[in-house]
C-alpha cells in the first residue's frame, strides 16, 4: 500500500502563494508598490470595492445594501460606495459624519447596533436618520425620548457557529421577548418596523442563515397575530473572505438565501437589506510589513514584524488566521509571527509555515482590507498601517 504523505506546511503556504498571486495577477498595477520604503502600509483595491458591491446587487437584486462602515470607514471607501448608490450601516457619531459627508441622504443610512450612546441617537435623528435596531426595553425608551417617531427592528439571537467571528452572546433577543419589545415600542409612540439578525461575522456555515430567516419569520408571522405589521427584514452580515481557507462565495450564499427567502416568506418582506462589511473590502486590501527581528526561543522560531495586533492587526487576537506570504524560496519551517510592541500578548500568528525569513524581509498578509487600520491605535509610539489605493 502507498502512503499518501500530505504536507501541512507546503499545503498552507502553496495555499497563501496562490491567494498572493492571484490578487496580483488581478491586479498588476498593484505590482510597483510591493517594496515600499516605509511600512507597515495597507494597499487597498477601490475597483475590486466597487465589483464586490455591484456583484452582491447582481446575486441579491431585490436586497438593499447597506455597507457597515465599522469594517473599514475610509472616506475613499465611502465615497465609492456612495456613489454606487450603497446604504450605510453607522455606530457613531463620526461614522455617520463621513457618510453624510459623502452627500449620502440620511434615508439611505441605518443603525444596527443594538445599543446606542445617547448623543448619537439625538445626533442622528437631528440629521434624518429614523431607523434603528433594538434588543431591550431600554433601548426602546432612549429612542422614544429623543427620536420620538423613529421606525425600530428588533435584533434576534441566532446561532453564531462556524463564524470565525462570532457576535450573538453580545446581542439579540428570541422570539417572544422580540414581540414583546415591538409591542411596547409601538406603546411608546415608535413605529414597529422590522427584524434583524447577524449570523456571526466571516460566517462559514449556511445554517446560521438558515435559523435566521427561519426565526425571523416565525417572529413576522406572530407579529401580524398581534397586530403589528411589520415591513423590514435585514439579513445582517457575516459574509466571508479567503484567508487560510476557501470561503463560501457570494454567489453560493446568496443562491441559498434565496431559497429560504422563498420558503419561510411566501409573500416577501417589503422591505429587505443586507448589511456586510467584510465581504465588501476584507479580501480587497493587502498589508505589507517588514520583518524586524528574528530568534529561536526554546523550541520555537519566531520572527518579529513592524506592525502588530495593536497597530492594525487586532482580529489576530480573536478567531482570525491571516495568511502570509513571503517572496523564498527553501525548507519551510514554522513560524510564530510577533508584532512590534513590548506587549506580551502582542502576538499575530502561530505555526505560520514559511521559508527562513531575514530581517528586512517583506512579508505580505493577505485579506487585510476588512478590521484592521478601524482598530490601530498608536501604542508604544509605532504608526498605523499608511493607506494607499494604488
Ligand atoms: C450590527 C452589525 N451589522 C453588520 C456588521 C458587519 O458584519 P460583517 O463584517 O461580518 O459583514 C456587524 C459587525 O460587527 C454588526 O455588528
Redesign the pocket.
Known sequence: MVEEVVDRRRVQFEFAKRSFEAFLSERERFLPYLKPQVTPVLYMDLEGIKSRYIELRYHLPQVKVYY?V??NDHPEIIRVLAELGSGF?V?SSEELRRVLEMGVSPDRVIS??PVKPMDFIEYAYSKGVDRF?VDSFTEVDKLAKVAKRSRVYVRLVVPNEGSD?P?SKK?GVDVNTALDILEYAREKGLIPYGV?F?V????NNYRNWFIGIRTAAELWSKAKERGLRLQMLNL????PVRYTYEALSVEDIAYYVRGLLQKFFPSMPHELQI??????V?DQGIMVTRVIGKARRGNENWIYIDTGVFNGLAEALGGIRYAFYLDREGELEEWTIGGVSCDSMDVVARSVPLPEPEVGDYLYILSAG??TTVYAANFNGFPVPQVVFP
Open positions: 457597515a465599522k469594517a450601516e455606530a444596527s447596533n435596531a467571528w457576535l446581542f434583524t447577524h456571526g461575522s466571516q460566517c445582517g452580515g457575516g459574509i448589511e456586510p462589511g467584510r465581504g465588501i476584507g476588512a478590521y
